[in-house]
Structures are given as C-alpha cells and as structure tokens.
C-alpha cells in the first residue's frame, strides 16, 4: 500500500514538473513568429477550409492554454495568447484544436467514445470525493461504498486512457498539416513539435497518475480482510 502511495506521489510531482516545463516552452515559442503573419486563429480557420469544414466556428476564451474543440456546438476556443497571436505556439495549438474538429468530422472512433462518456464521468467526478472519503471512513462497516467509489474512479481513469489516443491523433493531424502548408518551416516545425509533444506529456502522466490512485484504492479494499 505504501508503494502505490509512493508511486501516486511521485507521478503528481512528475505532472508539476512536466506542466511547468510545457508553460516554459510555450512562453519561449509565443515570442518567435510564423511565416505569412498568421494568428491562431487564422490557422485554424484555414486549417478547416482545407479539410472541407465550414460549420464550425473559431472563437476567443479568456485564460492561459484554456483551449479546446467543443463538439457539443462545434467551437474551437482559442485561448487570449493564440487566438489574436502569430506565433509558434499559437499555431501548434490552434492546428492542434483543429485536429479535434477534423476527429469530430470524420467521426474519429476514440472521439466519439470519449464524448459519449463525458456524462458520466461529469457525474461520478461531482461525487467521486465524498464516496471515497465515506468509504475508507466506514470501511470495516460498509465497504461498499469504498467498492462504489472505486468503480467510479475506474471510469475516470478509463476516461484518462482513452483521451490518450485522440490527443495524440490531434497532434498528428497538425503537424501533418502545417509541414503540408507553408505556415511553418524546418526551423519552426521543430519547435512546434517540441510545444505539442509536451502537451501530450501531461496527459500520459495524467492517466497514469490515475492509474497509480486507482490501484491503491483497491489495495485499501482488498487490505481490509
């Protein structure tokens, strides 16, 4: 039990490290343009006529590296340093984005797996918390309820490994399309490769920080005999 606690430690403390070299890489790249004097916004827009998309919309969010492809009304939110910015990061992610709506449109299997469990998983994350407290609280009387808790931590970690395969697939199908246009070149795709590879670090970290948690809570179960 103490391993797995170990071991739940020490991917939370890889995750911080990985998140702070990823804001150190995109703060870096954000200073170095791309050719043409294009924003992240008119990547992702070009990005989408190349691929035949035109009922998806580009909009601003506020925030840092708060972008995301909304499947539910089909928005890719840029976020404040991409949306109006030409830059190496700026393009890395708006192409990334895009790729989550070219997923979308041509129905990419793991995406759609994904959006049908967001629900869910949306419920359980809301309860998750309190069933796991009440379950090690009452344990010896009701281990139930710990049992309850960990089917539901399950799904998020399922969740976590499914999102694994459209985030990669997003990265690919960028950088796909920016060493096919003229946005980026050899100097600047390396960098932009640099960004979206770190990206996809914190989420291998994240699943298996998952996967370390959700092992010992099962210890935890399997420990009270």
């Known amino acids: 039990m103490i391993g797995a606690y170990f071991i739940g430690i020490l991917f939370m403390v890889a995750g911080l490290i990985i998140g702070g070299v990823l804001r150190s890489k995109f703060k870096k790249y954000s200073e170095i343009p791309v050719n043409g004097g294009l924003t992240g916004k008119d990547i992702a827009e070009r990005m989408l006529a190349e691929n035949g998309i035109y009922d998806v919309q580009v909009i601003s969010v506020g925030g840092q590296l708060t972008d995301h492809y909304n499947p539910m009304n089909k928005t890719i939110n ?4 991409v949306y ?7 393009a890395a992610v708006a192409a990334h984005e895009t790729g989550h709506a070219v997923q979308h ?5 793991w995406l759609q797996m994904r959006s049908k469990m ?3 998983v949306s419920i359980s994350s809301q309860w998750l918390t309190w069933v796991l407290l009440a379950g090690i609280l009452l344990i010896n009387s009701y281990p139930q309820i710990l049992l309850a808790g960990i089917v539901m931590f399950a ?11 459209v985030e990669i697939d997003a990265s690919r199908r960028a ?13 600047e795709m390396s960098k932009a490769k ?11 970290v994240a699943a298996l920080g998952s996967l370390a948690t959700l092992l010992y809570y099962v210890m935890i ?4 005999r």
């Open 175 to 187: 950088i796909a399309w920016l060493q096919g246009s003229s946005v980026a070149g050899t100097m």
């Open 84 to 90: 109006n910015v030409c830059s190496i990061a700026a």
């Open 155 to 165: 799904l998020t970690t399922l969740f976590s490994f499914i999102t694994l395969p």
């Open 118 to 120: 967001v629900p869910v």
């Open 194 to 204: 640099d960004a979206l590879n770190w990206a996809g670090y914190t989420y291998v």
């Open 221 to 224: 179960y399997m420990s009270r």
């Open 105 to 109: 449109a041509r129905q990419y299997s």
């Open 78 to 81: 840029l976020s404040e340093g």
